[in-house]
Nanobody, 122 residues
């Protein structure tokens, strides 16, 4: 199971970024896929997750600004991030797990990507 994130970078406040997570090595469509972020010295926190049936969940801090979706044909999960704030600056990680749970998160995570850095600054 391999997850590879891309799309991070430096954006001004109010801007947008699209993160992608390419999955390989397993039956991608049957898994919960999640995006997490981590601030320096802090634990990873769930940002958004999408279950195998398309159900989604978002952290309160990103609701209305971020959208998670799957492209099953490309085995890719996308995190579209709009109206970015400086506090969205973090390392963002993709994860694969068994099922969607409140958090948001995927229960039973069995794979992590290496992360992509998002920096929001003027």
């Amino acid at each position: 199971v391999t997850l590879v994130e891309s799309g991070g970078g430096l954006v001004q406040p109010g801007g947008s970024l699209r993160l992608s997570c390419a999955a390989s090595g397993y039956l991608y469509s049957s898994y919960c896929m999640g995006w997490y972020r981590q601030y320096p010295g802090k634990q990873r926190e769930g940002v958004a997750a999408i279950d195998s049936d398309g159900s989604t969940s978002y952290a309160d801090s990103v609701k209305g600004r971020f959208t998670i979706r799957k492209d099953n044909a490309k085995n890719t999960v996308i995190l579209q991030m709009n109206s970015l704030h400086p506090e969205d600056t973090a390392m963002y990680y993709c994860a694969a797990g068994d099922t969607l749970v409140p958090g948001p998160a995927c229960y039973g995570i069995n794979a992590w990507g290496k992360g992509t850095l998002v920096t929001i600054s003027s």
